[in-house]
């Protein structure tokens, strides 16, 4: 997932769109808007902190789940990962070949 598909799915989380009216995303990070009233300044600063923190641990439990070095791949092979096995496989292959040959198309 991209930085810009994970901010996107954070957004998408039910608890997460009634502050996004009250804030911008600026410079990698969320900003409460300039609006009218105290109170209303108040709760867009507040929606401001409130989306910072909680992406702050979004973004971390995301990094947490693939550790560096590793690659997610589909539970079965998909199209795209035959066709690298296809493409290298016309030497005797072990299993390893045959693995990087298909992970190299996850990255």
């Given at each position: 997932m991209n930085p810009e598909q994970s901010r996107s799915a954070f957004e998408q989380l039910e608890k997460n769109k009634s502050l996004l009216g009250l804030v911008e995303f600026v410079d990698g990070e969320y900003t409460a808007k300039n609006v009218g009233t105290w109170h209303d300044q108040s709760r867009s600063q507040n929606a401001a902190k409130s989306l910072n923190n909680d992406y702050?641990?979004?973004?971390?439990?995301?990094?947490?789940?693939v550790p560096s070095g590793y690659v997610v791949v589909p539970r079965s092979p998909t199209p795209e990962m035959v066709?690298?096995?296809?493409?290298?496989?016309?030497?005797?292959?072990?299993?390893?070949?045959?693995?990087?040959?298909?992970?190299?198309?996850c990255q």
């Open positions: 702050a641990v979004w973004q971390a439990a995301l990094a947490a789940q066709t690298a096995v296809n493409q290298v496989y016309k030497y005797p292959m072990g299993p390893i070949d045959v693995y990087r040959a298909m992970i190299s198309v």
